[in-house]
C-alpha cells in the first residue's frame, strides 16, 4: 500500500461550511477508489479551516491530473465553499488543484491538476473529463441575453435568485450594500427633504446639504465650482478626462472668431491651434437624445460645444461655449467676458451634460457592460487549466451580480435613471447606442487614446500620468506571464480556445461592428497581451478612475447636476442668480441623485485590491514569481503618486493602487 497526503482548504467565506459527507478520487495513470474523507463529531469542513487526511492506495497512481469530489447530505443539503486541494504523493510531489467553487448538490465534481495548459499542448487521457465538457456545462450556465438591441449583451437572469453562487456577493459585501443603499438619505441627512418637489430658492441651501458627508474633494469642489480654471481642470483630472481633445481646426458648427473671445487682438484662433494651445470638448452624441420628464416636468439635456486654451501659466481655460450643437441666432456662443450669471448658466449646462454622457458612455457602457462581456466570454471560452483564464478569473470578481444590479435598479423604467437624470428613459438606450458605434479599440487603451487626441504634452493632466504609469505596469506584468506560455505567433494562432474568447467578444460585445477596430482573432503575441493588458486596465484602473470619484466631484450639485429644468437661454443679458436656481433639478431629486453617487462611490470592506490574489489561481513558479515583481511596482508607484500629491492643491489619487479595486464589484 502506498499513501497519499490529501489537504482540503475550504474557504473563509460566509456559510462556506458543509456538514455533508465529503467523497474523494484521486485520479493519475489510475486511480483510487472513492474514498469517504473521514470525518469525527465535528465537520472538518468549517469555513476557513484546513483538513488533513490520509488516502492508502493499492499501487501507486502515477502523475495525478485529477481530483474528483461529491458530497452526499449527512444531515441536511448546504453548499460547501471549496478553495483547492494539495495531494503530496508518496515520493514527495505535491500536486495543487485550485478551485474556488462553490458546491451545491451531490454531483460528481471534477477538477484539474493546477499546472496550466493550452488546448494544443493538453494530452493527458481522461476518459470521464474534457475541456470541452467543461466548457458545455458552463454554457449552460452562463447564458448570453439581449437587454436592448444595438449594445453589448449581457448575462441571462431572470431574478436575483437565479444567480450562480459562483459570481454572487459574499455577505459581507450584501449587508454593507443593503445597508449603504437602504440608510444613505439618512446618513446624508437629508431623508426629510427627499420627497421635497420644489425648487432650490438660495445657494445657502444647496450648501446644507454636505454638511453630514464631506471629502476632501468635495469641499474643495464647492469652494471653486464657478472657477474657469476650476472649470477647465475637470476635463483633465475630474470623473470624465474622456472626452477633451486637442483642436486642430475650427467646426463648421461651431462659429467661433478671434473677436469673440480675445479682446484686442492679442491672440488669434489660427496661431494658438498651431502652437497646441487650443482644446475642444464636443457633446454631440447627446444631439437629438430625447430628455427626461422628472416630477411632471420636462427637463432639458443640451450637446455643448467648448473651446478651452491652455495659457501661459498652464492652465485649462473656457474660452467659448455653444450649447446646442447647430448654430445660430437663438443659439448663441458664450464667453467668459460675458454677464456673470450668462457665462455660469452657460457652464452648468455643460456641467449637466457632461454627468449624462459620462455616466452612460465612459462608466456604464465602456467599462460595466464591455467588463460583463469579458466575463462571459471567458467562462464559455476557456477552462480552468487554461493560462488566460486563470490571469484574469480575479479581474472578474462580482462583475455579473454588480451588472445585474444595475440593469435592475438604474436602468430599468422604474429605476434610478429614469426618476432622477435627464438622460433616463429612452435617452439611455439612444446614449449607449450611440455610444457604442462610436467606441474605439483605440479609445480603450490609454496610451493610443492619450496620443489620438493630442494630449500627450498637456500639463497637470495627472490621469495621464498615473494611467499611462499603471497600464505599463500591467502590460509588464500581463506580457511576461503570457510570455512564459506562448513562446510564438504560431502557438497563439493555435489555440482555439483563446481564438474563440476574443471573437465571442467581438460579436457580443461590439456587435461584429468592425469599425471599431476590436479584433476578431489574434495572430500575434503582441495582438493578445495589448488586447489583455486593456482588459484588466479596463476592469481595475479605468474603472477606478472614473467611478470612484463621483460622490467627490458630484455631491456640490451645481457643478454635476444630473438633470436640469429650464430651457437654456437663447440670448444674452436675462440671466440672474434665480434664474440660474429654477433651472437646478428640484431638491428632491438632488438629494437622491446625492446617495446614489455616495453607495456607487463607497468602497466595500472586502474588496480586492490590483495586484493582490486571495485565489490562487496559477501554481507554476514563473507567474507567481511574476505576481510579486507586480506588486512591487504597484507599491512604488503608490509611493510615488502619494509624495506628488503633497504638492497639489487638490490631490489626484483615483489611480493610487491602493485605492484600485481588481474588478468592476461596485
Not at 420 to 435: D, M, N, P
Not at 596 to 624: A, K, N
Request: aromatic letters at 12%; proline letters at 5%; glycine letters at 4%.
Amino acid at each position: 500500500m502506498v499513501d497519499y497526503e490529501v489537504t482540503v482548504f475550504t474557504g473563509d467565506l460566509a456559510f462556506a461550511s458543509t456538514f455533508d459527507n465529503v467523497y474523494i478520487k484521486l485520479v493519475g495513470k489510475d486511480e483510487s477508489k472513492r474514498t469517504l474523507l473521514p470525518r469525527s463529531w465535528m465537520s472538518p469542513f468549517f469555513k476557513g479551516k484546513v483538513s488533513h487526511f490520509t488516502i492508502s492506495c493499492p499501487a501507486f497512481l502515477g502523475k495525478l491530473t485529477l481530483i474528483e469530489l461529491d458530497k452526499q447530505t449527512k444531515f441536511f443539503q448546504d453548499s460547501w465553499y471549496l478553495a483547492k486541494v494539495e495531494v503530496t504523493s508518496p515520493e514527495g510531489h505535491t500536486y495543487h488543484f485550485p478551485i474556488y467553487h462553490w458546491i451545491t448538490d451531490s454531483d460528481v465534481h471534477r477538477f484539474r491538476e493546477g499546472t496550466a495548459l493550452r488546448i494544443f499542448e493538453d494530452n493527458d487521457s481522461l476518459d470521464k473529463y474534457s475541456r470541452q465538457q467543461e466548457l458545455q456545462q458552463q454554457q449552460k450556465v452562463y447564458c448570453w441575453d439581449v437587454y436592448e438591441a444595438g449594445i453589448p449583451h449581457c448575462m441571462k437572469a431572470d431574478s436575483f435568485l437565479s444567480l450562480p453562487c459562483d459570481i454572487r456577493f459574499s455577505l459581507t459585501k450584501i449587508t454593507e450594500m443593503a445597508y449603504t443603499a437602504a440608510k444613505g438619505l439618512a446618513e446624508l441627512e437629508l431623508r426629510e427633504i427627499a420627497e421635497c418637489k420644489e425648487n432650490f430658492t438660495c445657494i445657502e441651501d444647496i450648501s446644507h446639504l454636505l454638511s453630514a458627508h464631506r471629502t476632501e474633494t468635495s469641499d474643495y469642489v464647492c469652494q471653486h465650482w464657478k472657477e474657469d480654471a476650476f472649470f477647465g481642470y475637470q476635463f483633465l483630472n475630474g470623473v470624465n478626462p474622456m472626452l477633451i481633445q486637442r483642436c486642430t481646426s475650427l467646426l463648421e458648427n461651431f462659429p467661433v472668431n478671434d473677436d469673440m473671445v480675445f479682446l484686442h487682438g492679442q491672440h488669434s484662433l489660427a496661431d494658438e491651434m498651431e502652437n497646441g494651445n487650443i482644446f475642444l470638448c464636443d457633446y454631440k452624441l447627446l444631439d437629438g437624445v430625447q430628455a427626461n420628464t422628472i416630477n411632471g416636468k420636462k427637463q432639458y439635456l443640451m450637446a455643448p460645444l467648448v473651446l478651452l486654451q491652455k495659457t501661459p501659466d498652464d492652465k485649462l481655460m473656457p474660452l467659448a461655449i455653444q450649447l446646442k450643437q447647430k448654430p445660430g441666432d437663438e443659439n448663441p456662443i458664450f464667453v467668459p467676458t460675458d454677464s456673470e450669471y450668462d457665462w455660469l448658466l452657460a457652464k452648468i449646462f455643460v456641467k449637466s451634460a457632461d454627468f449624462n454622457l459620462y455616466e452612460l458612455s465612459a462608466h456604464l457602457l465602456r467599462i460595466h457592460l464591455l467588463a460583463e462581456v469579458f466575463t462571459m466570454s471567458l467562462l464559455h471560452n476557456l477552462p480552468m487549466v487554461h493560462p488566460l483564464y486563470k490571469l484574469l478569473k480575479p479581474h472578474t470578481r462580482y462583475t455579473l451580480q454588480i451588472n445585474y444590479l444595475a440593469r435592475d435598479l438604474l436602468l430599468s423604467k422604474d429605476g434610478d435613471l429614469a426618476k432622477f437624470t435627464a438622460s433616463g428613459g429612452e435617452g439611455v438606450t439612444t446614449i449607449l447606442q450611440k455610444s457604442l458605434s462610436s467606441l474605439t479599440y483605440s479609445s480603450l487603451c490609454i496610451p493610443d487614446d492619450i496620443a489620438q487626441r493630442g494630449l500627450t504634452d498637456v500639463p497637470g493632466f495627472y490621469y495621464r500620468d498615473d494611467g499611462l504609469k499603471i497600464w505599463n505596469i500591467i502590460h509588464s506584468f500581463v506580457s511576461n506571464v503570457l510570455r512564459h506560455y506562448y513562446k510564438t505567433d504560431d502557438e497563439v494562432q493555435q489555440d482555439t480556445e483563446l481564438q474563440n474568447w476574443i471573437q465571442e467578444i467581438f460579436e457580443h460585445g461590439f456587435l461584429s461592428q468592425e469599425s471599431t477596430g476590436i479584433p476578431q482573432k489574434f495572430s500575434t503575441v503582441d495582438e493578445m497581451v495589448k488586447f489583455v493588458t486593456m482588459v484588466i486596465f479596463t476592469c481595475s484602473a479605468q474603472h477606478t478612475a472614473v467611478n470612484a470619484g463621483q460622490y467627490d466631484f458630484g455631491a456640490w450639485m451645481p457643478n454635476n447636476p444630473t438633470s436640469l429644468q429650464l430651457p437654456p437661454p437663447t440670448e444674452k443679458g436675462a440671466a440672474n442668480e434665480k434664474t440660474m436656481l429654477d433651472t437646478f433639478p428640484d431638491v428632491n431629486t438632488t438629494v437622491h441623485a446625492m446617495a446614489i453617487t455616495w453607495l456607487l462611490s463607497t468602497q466595500s470592506s472586502d474588496r480586492v485590491l490590483l495586484g493582490q490574489y486571495p485565489e490562487m489561481h496559477f501554481t507554476e513558479e514563473v507567474p507567481l514569481q511574476e505576481i510579486l515583481k507586480f506588486q512591487e511596482n504597484l507599491k512604488k508607484l503608490s509611493a510615488d503618486i502619494k509624495d506628488r500629491n503633497k504638492k497639489l492643491d487638490l490631490p489626484y489619487t483615483y489611480f493610487d493602487p491602493e485605492v484600485i479595486e481588481n474588478s468592476v464589484s461596485i
